[in-house]
């Protein structure tokens, strides 16, 4: 039976959803297997470039999203210039933390969406703080007849 006949025939049979929900744990499982492969190598190619700080802004809804903003700091809280010193590109970076994003957090960017911030401290305590705020549509209904 080919997916179009399948599409004709109405909704998936439980077993085709249950294939899909596995599909997407599955899915869920890499990106947070790609974070902890891949984000210590990252935090010794920033320590090694004098940051200190990384806080990264995400922000999405409607059905996209997107890392907003990067600020690399020393441990003075000043900026910290990358041009040249990182062995990764920025765009390695996002991908980790859009993975871990979506790991934590599935489909964070569909319909209201979500906001949040990662804070992450490359010092000794290797400290990674992530703030995820949910948005939703809420209303309150009154009703009334007569007088």
Not at 35 to 53: D, F, Y
Request: aromatic content about 8%; glycine content about 8%; charged content about 30%.
């Amino acid at each position: 039976m080919t997916q179009s006949n399948r599409l004709s025939e109405g909704p998936p049979t439980l077993s085709v959803m249950s294939i899909s929900s596995d599909s997407l744990a599955r899915y869920e499982r890499e990106r947070l297997e790609n974070v902890r492969r891949n984000l210590p190598e990252a935090r010794r190619h920033l320590q090694e470039a004098g940051v200190e700080h990384v806080h990264i802004d995400y922000d999405g809804c409607g059905d996209s999203g997107c890392i907003e903003n990067i600020t690399y700091t020393d441990g003075k809280g000043s900026a910290v210039d990358l041009a040249g010193k990182l062995a990764m590109t920025e765009e390695q970076l996002k991908d980790l933390f859009y993975d871990l994003t979506q790991a934590r957090h599935p489909g964070w960017e569909n319909n209201d969406g979500a906001f949040g911030e990662f804070n992450w401290d490359l010092t000794e305590e290797d400290a990674l703080k992530h703030t995820h705020n949910d948005r939703f549509t809420d209303y309150d209904t009154t009703e009334h007849e007569g007088l």
